[in-house]
């Protein structure tokens, strides 16, 4: 079992930044693929960045470069950097952990947080 926390989320203006955490507990941290996905009202979940238990980066294309993803494993902690934020960014964002495989499928995730909640404003 895994237990994962979000926290970081908040309300910005457009062109501003906020980061996310994700505290992990419960497994080894260390041998996990850790994904970061949002969820607007009335939309499918979708994916935003993961990173593997070696460090290799994905991100989806539409987000220019202006989020960053990344891991602490001695604190147990993947953070997810978003710059430049607009409107369409607004979501529940999520973390999410396997300890199967490297990929962006959300289906294929084990572990799920409850979410934190972003709000971009005009």
């Known amino acids: 079992q895994v237990q994962l926390v979000e926290s970081g989320g908040g309300l910005v203006q457009a062109g501003g930044s906020l980061r996310l955490s994700c505290a992990a507990s419960?497994?080894?941290?260390?041998?996990?693929?850790m994904g970061w996905f949002r969820q607007a009202p009335g939309k499918e979940r979708e994916f935003v960045a993961a990173?593997?238990?070696?460090?290799?980066?994905y991100y989806r294309n539409f987000l220019a470069g202006r989020f960053t993803i990344s891991r602490d494993n001695a604190k147990s902690t993947v953070y997810l950097q978003m710059d430049s934020l607009n409107p369409e960014d607004t979501a529940v964002y999520y973390c999410a952990a396997n300890f199967k495989e490297y990929t962006i499928d959300p289906n294929a995730y084990e572990y799920w947080g409850q979410g934190t909640q972003v709000t971009v404003s005009s």
């Open positions: 419960g497994r080894t941290f260390n041998n996990a693929v």
């Open positions: 990173i593997s238990s070696t460090g290799t980066l």
